[in-house]
């Protein structure tokens, strides 16, 4: 969910011609050695000096209550505290301004948590259970685009004492201490902020983390070092963002050395040129497995599709492999759920009922079942966003690989259009079929499914009416499904609600509401002088642990 660009160091040099003797003068005024002059992006000449990243992603906003765009809570991520945040390479939730796992009562509705009694805000205040129950309050209550979050679940937040905070929920819901690592769902000082419907403070930041902001403009933010952390302390001395208007300007920056870190703005070929040159030693191309899934919606109210052989059909031609290569390089790996690899519950169950590689004599069976002929093709429009390229290059290859593996019995026609109306028009059922990611919210299997697959009105003969999958375009109803949805969010128990998952996704592969196709990677860009780049299990960039040699 995030990423980099930039310009050029902040800290400039003046050229001058100085003879040796008023160098050695210099320096021994200066008290330190000549051979140690600070680079164009060091402050101070420190050991461990300000990092600069780039980035293309321009926050919208530092509001943690309105933030819902990776540009946004890459920021708030580094600047702040939550209840709970994932180790580092893990799914897994541990406390952070919780000092324990919450203590879960017998119906599944009450969650207590002890907290931190030696953490500060970045103006001083003191942190307690109060102001984080005025921080969830604010989240909910303010009306921001994460509000529903914690809205469709939280029923209140209160402090049982000064430093314990008790959690009421509406409905049982197992993942809830997942969710509680979001990074918008994290401690903001009750002097800064207000509670109240739009009360927004777009271009500030107060909260509790690593960092505090010094500097928010149009095409730089800086970050500080916050003295009085309760943690560890960056291993750094601040952190610089430029902003660049493009990907092409983040690649030139980062291959010019103007900028130390540059990450998932760039286009596929963009990655791959850093990637070859990288094998040559002269910058660190460093790979993660991603948490974006991208797939394919596909509308069961629009024909054929409401035939579910034709939908199986689909699933069966999909070569992703193939897809992969010609899109992205290579970039990703093949996903064969809706749930990706991250989790222990990940199922391949479209690999187990269709194959890894594309069966084309499945597909065509399928479709011949379905009563299609090569003199009665079934027709299907495939839509993709106009704006965002790799969308329209996989409805090429796609349609390709139709042509070439389905002896005319499937005419897969594509069709583009802006991200703007084919979001609006994706709801009101307009298009067949729609190729689409999903960024998760919070890190639980979940998060893949019941915003998918939950449907609060339907019928098998209409559909969905009113649900997750009427916003993302499937109009999928079963009443198995939501009854598979119901219990899995009710188990505490892992390994049952393992049991369940393998269910939800063996019926996902049967009645194809989506086709999954791959699980990126994001690819983050180092200069040999940097050290210590890692991402947080939601491809956060971690700032903290970033250091120069």
Known sequence: MYW??????????????????????????????????????????????????????????????????????????????????????????????????????????????????????????????????????????????????????????KATSEYELTIKLKQQFAAFPSLLAFAGVCAVSPKAYKIGEGEFNPNNFIGTGPYKLAKFATDKIQLDIFDKYWGEKPTNQGVTLQILSSGVNLYNAFRKKSIDVAGLSMDADQIRSLQEIGKKGDWQAIANNGSVVSFMAVNRNQKPLDNPLVRQALAAMMNRKLLLDRVLYGQGQPVYSMVPTTFDVYKPVFQEQYGSDGDAEKAKQLLKQAGFSKEKPA???????????????????????????????????????????????????????????????????????????????GSPEKGCEKGGSVSQGSFYFSKKMNKLIEVQRQEQDAGKRKQYFAEIQDLIAKEVPYIPLWQGKDYVFAQNSISGVQQDATQLLIYGGIKKS
């Open 4 to 157: 980099f660009p930039f310009l050029r160091s902040p800290w400039g040099r003046t050229k001058q011609i100085i003879s040796l003797a008023c160098i050695c003068l210099l320096c021994l005024l200066l008290v330190t050695s000549c051979g140690s002059s600070p680079s164009a992006n060091n402050s101070g000449g420190s050991a461990n000096p300000r990092i600069i990243i780039g980035t293309t992603n321009k926050p919208r906003t530092l509001d943690p209550a309105d933030a819902y765009e990776t540009g946004s809570l890459g920021l708030i991520y580094n600047m702040s505290d939550r209840l709970y945040t994932y180790k580092i390479g893990s799914t897994e939730a541990q406390p952070q301004l919780a000092t324990a796992l919450p203590q879960v009562s017998a119906d599944g509705l009450t969650y207590t948590m002890p907290l931190r009694q030696d953490v500060l805000f970045h103006d001083g205040e003191k942190f307690n259970a109060q102001a984080m129950a005025f921080s969830l309050e604010r989240f909910i209550k303010n009306g921001g685009k994460p509000a529903f979050l914690l809205g469709d679940i939280v029923e209140s937040a």
């Open 379 to 457: 027709q299907v429009e495939l839509w993709y966003r106009s704006n965002v390229p790799t969308t329209g290059l996989t409805a090429i290859v796609m349609k390709a690989i139709a042509s070439k593996t389905m002896d005319g019995l499937l005419d897969l026609q594509i069709n583009g259009i802006d991200s703007t109306s084919a979001y609006k028009n994706i709801p009101q059922g307009a298009y067949a079929t729609a190729l689409m990611e999903w960024y998760p919210d919070f890190l639980d299997a979940d998060n893949y499914v019941q915003p998918f697959l939950q449907c609060e009105k």
